[in-house]
């Protein structure tokens, strides 16, 4: 590591005396990282240092860093038309929602927002609005699951089934519920993996019954739960929950923010297990986060519910200023392009197969108690001792991404989830990575288990 010149130790001075930072302790001993430039899956810091960015930023530059083509379509199209809201419409907001309705296999009406919990809040309000205007007056409850996050504005947060996430914030809004996620790993023993997501997928039910079906009005989840520590579901889970929402006449709200555009080996995580959700929340990966942009995906039967409606309140009375600037759309569409022209989502798929083949050995190591995956989503839990699966010390999870870091390599860990279970390493490099890459990943990793932690 090359040491900070007086350039770069004026820049964290002046860090420190100027920016809040997102979801980071105050600490002038732990300076951050102050990132300069960066091309394909490396950053490089002001002190000239390279690293690999396991973790795509926040799961989010899927095609990588440096793309002129992206740069390119936000350039032309600030010179052409910079904003214009959509209470009327533009060019490239249309052609990108139909890009995305085709992604999403058809039947959809897409609203636009900025950021992963803007996408989240409209689902919610759209969920209730429309359980109201089909004469299901007292439909306005939510079922979310611990571990999940759905993000930090109210709403969101209250959605966000993560205790320590809410501390200090609480009371949130009322009316989300949370159960337990089917966390298959620490199934009771006996209980085969199937059972156990049944069984998982049965207390959304009973919550529904006891709170009374006719208060409950959708059901939110991630295909997969990422940030809460990469909690993967057996099919049937997805199965039996898409079964019990339309039996109980509940919407089905899929969270795409982390899971989608090619993240997870298929276009969007829920394809990966054939259900059609009803409400369908996306950002992170649509820009590959060059600009902000989110989107809510509506069935439109739905959708159509708000259309002509009589009512003087019948439509959906909810304005988002930057949502859909032309810009972020046109910079989307060229994203998705990028996606589908370099067979980047089959690519995560095959990356993620071969990070995991590669670190298939490590469950024989000490602190490694599971090794789970969703396409180039990758989370290794680390426990204190394999037999009762206690986890792994804070500590101990922080020592090994640093000594990553001091390898040049990036990795992440859930953080501030639940108290005791912030012990899973995760893994989410852009689907862009070249082999080499891979390789460096799969390395430095096994090299920092294989050292000093292997005593
Ligand atoms: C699954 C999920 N949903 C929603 C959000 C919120 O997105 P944003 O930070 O863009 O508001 C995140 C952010 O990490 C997320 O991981």
Redesign the pocket.
């Known amino acids: 590591m090359q040491s900070l010149g007086n350039e770069s130790e004026l820049a964290v001075k002046k860090d420190q005396q100027y920016l809040w930072h997102n979801i980071t302790p105050y600490s002038e001993k732990n300076p951050p990282m102050i990132a300069a430039a960066a091309s394909g899956s490396w950053v490089t810091d002001i002190g000239g240092n390279k690293f690999l960015d396991g973790m795509s930023g ?2 989010c530059v899927n095609v990588g860093y440096g793309r002129k083509e992206l740069a390119e379509a936000a350039y032309h199209q600030l010179l052409s038309l910079p904003y214009f809201p959509l209470t009327q419409s533009h060019m490239p907001a249309i052609a990108l929602a139909e890009k995305l309705n085709a992604w999403l296999e058809g039947d959809y009406v897409i609203f636009f927002s ?7 809040e409209a689902a919610f309000k759209i969920a209730r609005q429309y359980q109201q205007q089909i004469g299901q007056h007292y439909r306005h409850k939510f079922i979310a699951r611990y571990r ?6 109210l709403g ?1 947060l209250s959605a966000t089934g993560q205790a320590q996430r809410k501390y200090k914030y609480e009371p949130l809004s009322g009316g989300f519920l949370h159960v337990a996620p089917p966390d298959s790993y620490r199934r009771p023993a006996g209980m085969s993996v199937e059972e156990f997501n049944l069984q998982s997928a049965q207390a959304i039910e009973d919550t529904m019954i006891w709170e009374g079906v006719e208060t409950v009005a959708a059901v939110i989840m ?1 295909p997969v739960i ?2 809460g520590g990469v909690i993967v579901p057996h099919q049937v889970y997805l199965d039996r929950v898409q079964e019990i929402c339309r039996k109980h006449g509940v919407l089905l709200i899929i ?1 795409e ?3 989608g555009f090619g993240r997870s080996g298929r276009k969007f995580g829920h394809q990966n297990y054939g259900v059609k959700p009803d409400i369908i ?1 996306m ?2 990966g649509l820009t590959s986060a060059y600009l ?1 942009l ?1 989107a809510t995906a509506v069935r439109k039967d739905i959708y159509d519910a708000f259309k002509d409606n009589s009512d003087e309140y019948g439509y959906f009375r909810h304005v988002n200023t930057f949502g859909g600037n032309p810009a972020a759309c046109a910079l989307a569409l060229r994203n998705l392009e990028i996606l589908e022209q370099e067979n980047l989502v089959e690519r995560a798929g095959i990356l993620g197969k071969r990070l995991t083949a590669e670190w298939a050995g490590l469950l024989d190591h000490k602190l490694v108690g599971d090794i789970r995956s969703f396409g180039l989503i990758i989370g290794i839990e680390l426990v204190a001792d394999k037999a009762t699966k206690q986890p792994a010390e804070l500590a101990v999870v922080k020592g090994i991404i640093a000594e990553c870091k001091a390898k040049g390599l990036i990795i992440g860990k859930n953080g501030d989830t639940v108290a005791g279970f912030n012990n899973v390493l995760t893994i989410a490099p852009p689907l862009s990575s070249t082999d080499e890459d891979i390789q460096f990943i799969a390395g430095t990793l096994k090299a920092v288990l294989n050292g000093s932690w292997a005593e």
């Not at 999940?148 to 504005?153: K, L, P, R, T």
Request: charged letters at 15%; a negative charge; hydrophobic letters at 25%.
């Open positions: 926040l799961w900025n950021s992963g919990s803007e996408a989240n999940g996050y759905h993000g930090s504005s969101a991630e990422t940030g969270d923010v982390i899971c929340t950002a992170k902000p989110s």
